[in-house]
Structures are given as structure tokens and as C-alpha cells.
């Protein structure tokens, strides 16, 4: 059974996760802690409203609009591959390759791709989560 440290309030979002396989279910849900804890780490972001869209838990700022939408998913027909996807014409993975362009995998420009037989870099993550989050609130700063 899923008990992780923030409830899901959109209870499809849950019935998505109990449906993963459970190595991928509990490598994911500490990718969407990952994602709650670094948002609550930066009060402008606000609170973080977890959704679906295209039928993928996904991750939104809408109290304050200082990011870009962030989802996380099953990479299709792998069932120990996972991925977190931000918007592709955001630039953001460009961001993550030029500070990290040996620690992750890549997909095009819109996804971190993972596997379950490896840990997570969580510094690394928490820096391009961050980069998501604050994306837009970024973009007006620098204007």
C-alpha cells in the first residue's frame, strides 16, 4: 500500500501510482517527494497542486505561476524506466546539460530518463527541479 509523506488530495493521481509496478511505484513516489521538498524548500514557488495530464502525475505552481509544469511518468513498455519530463520549448534541459552533462540521460529536450537499478543523483535532481520550478519566475528576473 502507497503511504507517502504527502497525501495524494487528487485520489486518480494515487490510483495512477498503485497501478505502476511496485520497484518503479516506490522509485517514482520518492521522485514526487523530491519534487515537494524542494518546493517547499523555496516559499516563492508556493504550494505545489499535483494533477494529471495526459494521464501523467504532473506537478504544477498555479498558486504563483514561477514555473513550468513538471511530469514524471513509466517510459512506455519499460517497466523498470522512468522519466521526468518538463515543457520542451522551455529550454530547461538545455540548463540541465550545461551544468550536468555527464549525470543524466537525456531525451531530447524534454526529459530526465531513469532507471530502477539506479540510484538517484538527489543533489543534482533537487538543482533541476528547482531550475523547473522557478523557471518563469527566472524568466521575469532576468528581463
Keep these: 500500500m502507497i503511504n507517502p509523506t504527502h497525501s495524494f488530495e487528487d485520489a486518480r493521481v494515487g490510483q495512477v501510482f498503485l497501478a505502476y509496478p511496485a520497484p518503479l511505484r ?3 513516489l520518492a521522485l514526487r517527494e523530491l519534487i515537494f ?3 517547499a524548500g523555496k516559499p516563492e514557488v508556493g504550494s505545489i497542486e499535483e494533477t494529471l495530464r495526459w494521464g501523467q502525475p504532473t506537478y504544477l505552481t498555479r498558486q ?3 514555473g513550468s509544469m513538471i511530469r514524471i511518468d ?6 523498470d524506466q522512468f522519466a521526468l519530463y518538463v515543457h520542451c520549448q522551455t529550454g530547461l534541459v538545455d540548463q540541465f546539460k550545461a551544468r ?3 549525470t543524466f540521460q537525456y531525451e531530447g529536450n524534454r526529459a530526465l530518463l531513469f532507471d ?3 540510484p538517484l ?3 543534482e535532481l533537487s538543482v533541476c527541479i528547482e531550475l523547473a520550478l522557478t523557471y518563469h519566475l527566472n524568466k521575469r528576473k532576468s528581463k
Excluded at 74 to 79: A, E, T
Aim: proline share 8%.
Design 26 to 28: 516506490e522509485r517514482l
Design 37 to 39: 521538498e524542494v518546493a
Design 64 to 66: 504563483t505561476k514561477s
Design 74 to 79: 513509466q517510459i512506455n513498455g519499460h517497466d
Design 100 to 102: 550536468f552533462p555527464n
Design 116 to 118: 530502477t537499478a539506479t
Design 121 to 123: 543523483p538527489l543533489a
